[in-house]
């Protein structure tokens, strides 16, 4: 038997849904999409989700660069996204797509020029239906505006345990609110939080 502990990654503070963006600020970044119009390329990324559809994600997901990755603890964070100062490319009006962070857009450093994963750099490797709504499918990479906002997720947290005798995997996901989680501590019926 387990039982977890989870603290937002807002802290202890309250959480008050008042604005829907944890940021007011937009950043420059770039964006470019991985995968087809399906996303069975998009599936099993680096933050353990699986199968985007089942766990509640679909296709508005996003790999993100080491700078914005922060060693995994960027999972499940929500981004808004807007196609920015590209008029050969983006579509004029196509607004803001929102996407979680589920997966890793791993540097190249036997390519320092043209890998856009590199640090220090901040890309978002999109969905192909997530970026085709914003540009063109032929640009291929878009300058872009981000910032991160809150996630809507129906029916709380949930959790996954899996293992065996020697080790134990505990998998969060459709986490509201900011999206990612600070502290995630698991107690089993023979040990302390661990």
Not at 32 to 41: I, L, S
Not at 46 to 54: E, I, S
Request: charged share 15%.
């Amino acid at each position: 038997m387990f039982m977890v502990y989870l603290a937002a990654a807002m802290g202890n503070r309250q959480i008050h849904f008042v604005s829907q963006k944890i940021e007011t600020n937009w950043y420059d970044a770039h964006a470019t999409f991985y995968g087809d119009m399906k996303g069975a390329e998009t599936m099993q990324g680096a933050c353990g989700y699986g199968d985007l559809f089942k766990q509640g994600y679909g296709l508005e997901t996003t790999a993100l660069s080491t700078a914005l990755f922060n060693n995994g603890l960027t999972c499940g964070a929500c981004f808004e996204i807007k196609c920015y100062n590209d008029p050969q490319w983006c579509y004029p009006n196509a607004g803001t797509i929102k996407v979680t962070a589920t997966n890793f857009c791993p540097p190249n450093y036997s390519k320092p020029d043209g890998n856009w994963c590199n640090p220090p750099l901040k890309h978002f490797d999109l969905s192909m239906p997530l970026f085709t709504k914003l540009a063109q499918y032929k640009a291929g990479i878009i300058p872009v505006k981000y910032r991160r906002v809150f996630c809507s997720k129906n029916g709380g947290v949930q959790f996954q345990v899996k293992g065996n005798p020697y080790w134990t995997l505990l998998l969060m996901y459709n986490v509201g609110g900011a999206g990612d989680s600070k502290d995630v501590k698991i107690k089993g019926s023979s040990t302390g939080w661990i």
